[in-house]
């Protein structure tokens, strides 16, 4: 992999750049759909590629294990083959279902040990082995093992979970280092920083990350129920130590407003479940703001979806009509949300990535956060 640097803003820290994989070229800023247990929920992989443009998509390492399992994507040859589609995946290493399921795990320095969510069964995750998952996965990106500490959380915790999670780091990136991916194609490591809220923490957790020289660097444990402010204080703080020279990417983040305020610090990657799991509930993301369309307001509003976009079901389609299908629990309800959220989140990165470009980005994004969270 590698990432080539090609606009600054000048008013920011935001920038535009390339990165480069063995499955084709990523054009960051970029916005990753979520495809957890190899799919973007509610959407089709040909919709992905001609409708939304995704140029990258996610995989998660904790479902794909337990189902369909790793010996079903060995043999299928990998999940680009098992799902069919040919450009980039990053997968997450399982770090974020250590946080997530609190109630049926327990850490030590071995790894995690959890019971499944589907029948109960108990399993370890080691950093060595979520390296070897993740070969088997054979995504392009592939994420360090590590914990992702709650909020709020106390800074004894957080140091000392910080420090496993660099000691983490480094047996990962050894197993990493030997062995070889499976597929024919190149495979990148990326450690992520950790440390809560604490700017000592973060800046510790970073310089360490640094230090690792890896192809590129993530920053997790945000957008974990913190405060926003909290959320671009450490996003500064770490973006302002990692190599300027490697891609960094802010995992789990966000609103559109979060995406925005992120790339003006100098974030390249984002991902989050929010723009296809808040569509199936009837939360719509526009240029204008956010329209619930449950609400009775939309009933005989026959206008489009969105009339801003050139997403064919967004001019095809009514306000009125989408809200009769999310209220009916219709299936091509979730479908349209779906499609018309992913296309608002595609559009936003790229619309950034060109006021970057033409020196634009710092007046157009302070101008669009006024306006992206209005609820209409």
């Not at 923490?201 to 957008?223: D, H, K, Q, T, Y």
Request: one cysteine or more; aromatic letters at 10%; glycine letters at 8%.
């Amino acid at each position: 992999m590698k990432f080539d640097l090609q606009a600054k803003d000048p008013l920011s820290k935001a920038r535009a750049g390339v990165v480069t994989t063995d499955h084709g070229a990523i054009q960051t800023p970029i916005f990753m759909p979520v495809g957890t247990a190899g799919t973007v929920k509610a959407v089709h992989q040909r919709e992905l590629k001609e409708d939304i443009s995704a140029q990258i998509i996610l995989g998660n390492t904790y479902h794909l294990y337990l189902r369909p399992g790793i010996d079903t994507l060995e043999q299928a040859g990998g999940l680009h083959q098992f799902i069919g589609w040919d450009r980039p995946i990053l997968t997450d290493s399982g770090g974020y279902q250590v946080y997530s399921l609190s109630n049926v795990r327990k850490i030590k320095e071995e790894g995690v040990t959890f019971n499944s969510h589907i029948d109960g069964s108990r399993h370890l995750f080691t950093p060595e082995y979520a390296m070897d998952i993740q070969r088997s996965i054979g995504a392009d990106i592939i994420m360090a093992f590590d914990e992702c500490t709650p909020y709020p959380c106390d800074y004894k915790y957080a140091a000392n979970s910080l420090e496993m999670t660099h000691r983490w780091l480094r047996r990962c990136c050894t197993h990493f280092d030997n062995t070889e991916p499976k597929y024919g194609f190149n495979q990148t490591l990326f450690p992520i920083v950790q440390g809560s809220v604490y700017k000592d923490l973060r800046v510790r957790s970073a310089e360490f990350i640094a230090g690792m020289e890896r192809e590129g660097n993530a920053i997790g444990g945000l957008s974990v129920g913190e405060p926003a402010e909290e959320m671009y204080a450490m996003t500064e703080v770490v973006c302002d130590i990692l190599p300027a020279d490697r891609p960094r990417y802010l995992m789990g983040v966000g609103t559109p407003v979060n995406i925005l305020e992120n790339i003006a610090l100098g974030v390249d990657m984002f991902d989050c479940v929010m723009p296809t799991r808040n569509a199936r509930n009837g939360m719509l993301f526009t240029r204008h703001g956010i329209i619930n369309i449950r609400n009775k307001k939309w009933e005989n509003d026959f206008s489009p979806i969105d009339a801003d976009s050139d997403l064919l079901v967004d001019r095809m389609h009514s306000k009125a009509y989408l809200r009769h299908l999310i209220h009916s629990k219709e299936m091509l309800g979730a479908q349209i949300a779906t499609l018309h959220n992913l296309h608002f989140y595609l559009w936003l990165v790229t619309e950034a990535r060109q006021q970057i470009v033409a020196g634009t980005f710092y007046d157009w994004k302070n101008k669009m956060v006024q306006i992206l969270g209005n609820k209409l």
